[in-house]
Structure formats: C-alpha cells, structure tokens
C-alpha cells in the first residue's frame, strides 16, 4: 500500500509546503557538508590552474591529442594578444 505525505484533510497546497520544505532542508545540508561551498557564492570561478589539474580535462584534452604544454602556449599567446 501506498503511503501518501499529505493527510486526506491537508489542501494541496500544505503538502506542497511539507515537500518543498523537506526538499530544501536536504539541500541545504547537503550544501552544508561540501567542502567547496563558498567558492560561488560570488560567482567565482576556478582558476585556470585548477581546471588544468582536473583529471575531465585532462582526459578530454588527451582524446583531442593535446598536451597540457600545448594549451598553456596557446593560452600565453592569447593574453599577450588582448593586452
């Protein structure tokens, strides 16, 4: 048998509270646990060092024959450009 969150007297609208009020209670303290959970708040963005490192990247820019070496000129060669 199914259970259903919302007594048979509730009005839709309290047991969309009670659900939204539960979904956000699990948000935020999943937010609360990450240990990264202030980096966007003022939506910062990681550094290029930091994306260079992750290993997504790094795999990808493998698949597409580049080396690490190959982007950090390209990106060098662009900044000296826009300057």
Known sequence: MMHNTCSPAATPRECRAGVQ??????????????PRKMDFIGNDEPSLDELMD?????????RDGLQPHQVWSFLDDMRSRLR
């Open 21 to 34: 009020s539960t979904l956000a209670q699990k948000a935020f303290s999943a937010r609360a646990m990450s």
């Open 54 to 62: 992750d290993d997504l990247v790094r795999r990808v820019m493998a």
